[in-house]
């Protein structure tokens, strides 16, 4: 069974860091794009980031531009968000999600439906 589990969230201040992880088992996605997306209340989940399956590309929402970092590490099937300069308005139930198909493309990463797996989601909370 795959299961994807997301780590690291909390309750922060305006302007501190978070690192959220996401630990995939039951298969690998070395060859497999991921990406994280949130959900804030009362409105719709979007996408935050997105990573090709070798890290090569990488592509952010424009919210989120400049001060998130989304990596991967193939060897431990794993995909990361770093966090930087938290807002409020970045309050959300944050989701990682990773993809069936092999080798996606870059302009696909932003897109729901590229994502096949789902996290059960982590709460990222943020004060002013």
């Known amino acids: 069974q795959v299961q994807l589990v997301e780590s690291g969230g909390g309750l922060v201040q305006a302007g501190a860091s978070l690192r959220l992880s996401c630990a995939a088992s039951g298969r690998t996605f070395s060859r497999n794009s991921m990406g994280w997306f949130r959900q804030a209340p009362g409105k719709e989940r979007e996408f935050v980031a997105g990573?090709?399956?070798?890290?090569?590309?990488?592509v952010y929402a424009d919210a989120v531009k400049g001060r998130f970092t989304i990596s991967r590490d193939n060897a431990k099937n794993t995909v990361s968000l770093q966090m930087n300069s938290l807002k409020p308005e970045d309050t959300a139930v944050y989701f990682c999600?990773?993809?069936?198909?092999?080798?996606?493309?870059?302009?696909?990463?932003?897109?729901?439906?590229?994502?096949?797996?789902w996290g059960q989601g982590i709460q990222v909370t943020v004060s002013s």
């Open positions: 990573i090709t399956w070798n890290g090569g590309d990488t």
């Open positions: 999600a990773a993809s069936s198909s092999f080798f996606g493309l870059f302009g696909t990463l932003g897109r729901v439906s590229t994502y096949d797996y």
